[in-house]
C-alpha cells in the first residue's frame, strides 16, 4: 500500500489542479463576449430544463402534484439520516453545479446571484426602450424590473401607474392568500349531523386531525335507526373531485367526495343508519355567485360546494361549459356516491344550513394552499383564483363575496407593504375589467415571492408556467426563442389587454423579476409576441 504521506501528496496536488482548472474556465468565461456567453448557458438551460419537462410530463397529476413540490419534498427526505438503505454504498459521483440555483442561493462553486454583476437601469433602458416601442403594443405601455438580490428596482416605465391586469391579479390573490393562510393550510369539506346533535367523537374531531384523507367521526347516536339528516357543508375547497382518483401518491392527490362518501357511510352504518335525507349548505360564501361577465366558459359559478370546477367535460383545466349550479350537482354526484355504499338517501339533496352544534360525520382537506396556488397559477384557473381570494376573506373575518374579497386581499398585500395606490381588486381571477394594479405591484410581489427571507411565498414562483414548455406559455416561445426554458412567467389576456409579470435569471447569472403590462391592443398574437421579446430580452442581458 502506497505511504499515507505520499497519498496526502497527490491528493493536494490533483485539488491544486482542479482549481486551477476552474479558475481558467472562470477567465475564459468572463472573457467571451456576452452573446457568447449566452449561447453556452442557454444550452446548458435548455438542456437541463428539456430533461425535467420531459420526466415531469410522464406524470399524470400535474406540475403542482409531480413537480417542484414532489421534487423538493423527495430530496428533503433523502437528505435525512433515517430510512432504509438500499444497496451497497458507493462513492458519490460528483456532477456539474445546477445551471439554475436555489432561490435566493447560489450555485456550488459559482460566485452567486448576488455576487453576480447588477444590471444598470442605462443598460436595461439601452435594451428594453427600443421593444417598448413595438407598435403591437397598445398606447397604455408600463414595465418594471426589479433586482431580486438588491431588492430594487433598476428599470421601469410608468411602474406606479394602475392598469387593467387581466389575470396576472391571480400574483396578488396568490401572495395574499399565502399571508392570511399559511402554505400549508387545507380546505375541509364535511357531512355534518342535521339534527344538530354532537356525541363525544363528534365534539372532538372539531379539533381538527389534519391530514388530506378522509376522517371519520360519530356525528352522535340518535338511537334512531330510521331516516336520518345529514348536511353536506361545503368549505370553499375549488378543487374538490368527484372523478376516480389517480395512480400516485394518495398525498398528492385532491380531495375526493367518493371518499367523503365511504368514510360517511362507514360512519353511518356503524351507528345503524342505512337511510337518510340529505342537505348541503352553501353559507360559507355570500353575495352574487354569478361572475360580473355573466354565464361564461372560463369560470363556473362562484360556490363554496363544487365538484370538478362544474365542468360538464372531462376537462380538467381551461375553457368548458359550466354547471349552472354546481353545489346541486356536487350533492347529487354525493348522494350517489352514498347509495353505491350502500346507504339510501331519500328524495332529492337540499338547500340547508348546518345546525351551530352539528357533529362532523366526515371530513376530507384539500391538498396544501401552496398546491392550490401552483395550480392556479400554472394553468390561470379562475375557479381556483376566486375561492383563495373569499378563503382571504373567511380569514379576515370578512363577507365570502366579491366585494369582500377584494377588501380582504388588499388589506393582506397592505400589511405588507406593497405599493397599493390606485390599485383595485373588483375579482381575484382577473376576468373583471375594472381590476387595477401597477406593473411595480406586480414585480414586488414576484420580488417578496422570489426572496429567501418570505418562505411562505415560494409557491408563487414554483407554480409559474415555464416558456416554451408549461401551462399558460407551453405555447409560446418557440423552440430558438432565447427566452424558453428559462423565463418564467404569469400572462394575462383580456381583449386588448396583454399583461406578462415573471421571473429570469440574466447572462450575467443575475435574478430578475419584472412584469410588462399593456392597454389598448388590437393584434394579440403581435402583443404577447411583444411581451415574450422584452422578457427574452431581459434574460439574455448581462445590462451593465
Known sequence: ??????????????????????????????????????????????????????????????????????????????????????????????????????????????????????????????????LLKDPALGPLRTASVRDVAAGREVFGVRADEPATPASTVKLAVAVAALSALGPDHRIA????????????????????????????????????????????????????????????????????????????????????????????????????????????????????????????????????????????????????????????????????????????????RSLPLAALVERMLTHSDNDIAEGLARQTAIAAGKPASFAGAGTAVRDALAARHLPLTGAVFADGSGLDRDDRVSAGLLSRLLLDASSDRHPELRSVVTGLPVAGFTGTLSGRYPDKSSGAGTVRAKTGTLTGVNTLAGTVVDADGRQLVFAFMTSGTTDPQGAQKALDTLASAVAECGCR
Do not use: C
Open 1 to 130: 500500500m502506497p505511504e499515507t504521506g505520499s497519498w496526502q501528496v497527490r491528493w493536494q496536488s490533483a485539488q491544486r489542479s482542479a482549481r486551477a482548472a476552474g479558475d481558467a474556465a472562470l477567465r475564459r468565461w468572463r472573457a467571451a463576449p456576452r452573446r457568447t456567453r449566452q449561447t453556452w448557458r442557454l444550452t446548458a438551460v435548455s438542456a437541463a430544463t428539456g430533461l425535467a419537462v420531459a420526466g415531469g410530463a410522464v406524470a399524470v397529476s400535474g406540475p403542482w402534484d409531480a413537480g417542484q413540490r414532489t421534487a423538493e419534498r423527495a430530496a428533503a427526505a433523502g437528505a435525512g439520516s433515517g430510512g432504509e438503505r438500499h444497496g451497497a454504498a458507493t462513492d458519490p459521483v460528483r456532477s456539474a453545479p445546477p445551471v439554475l440555483s436555489a432561490l435566493g442561493g447560489s450555485a456550488p462553486g459559482g460566485p452567486g446571484r448576488a455576487g453576480a454583476p447588477l444590471p444598470t437601469g442605462a443598460g436595461l433602458a439601452e435594451v428594453l426602450a427600443p
Open 189 to 364: 369539506t364535511t357531512v355534518v349531523d342535521g339534527t344538530g346533535k354532537a356525541g363525544k367523537a363528534g365534539k372532538a374531531g372539531k379539533a381538527g386531525q389534519a391530514g388530506q384523507a378522509g376522517e371519520a367521526r360519530d356525528g352522535g347516536d340518535t338511537g334512531d335507526t330510521g331516516k336520518h339528516s345529514i348536511i353536506l357543508v361545503g368549505g370553499g375547497d375549488p378543487t374538490l373531485t368527484a372523478r376516480a382518483p389517480k395512480p400516485g401518491p394518495a398525498a398528492d392527490r385532491p380531495a375526493n367526495l367518493r371518499t367523503l362518501a365511504e368514510d360517511t357511510a362507514r360512519a353511518l352504518k356503524q351507528r345503524g343508519m342505512t337511510t337518510v335525507t340529505l342537505g348541503y349548505d352553501t353559507s360559507a360564501y355570500s353575495g352574487p355567485d354569478q361572475h360580473p361577465i355573466g354565464p361564461n366558459e372560463n369560470i363556473a359559478p362562484v360556490s363554496a360546494l363544487m365538484a370538478d370546477e362544474a365542468r360538464l367535460d372531462d376537462s380538467e383545466f381551461g375553457t368548458a361549459p359550466r354547471d349552472a349550479a354546481p353545489a346541486v350537482a356536487a350533492a347529487r354526484a354525493f348522494a350517489g356516491q352514498l347509495r353505491e355504499r350502500g346507504i339510501t338517501v331519500d328524495g332529492d339533496p337540499a338547500a340547508a344550513h348546518a345546525p351551530r352544534q352539528a357533529g362532523e360525520i366526515a371530513t376530507v
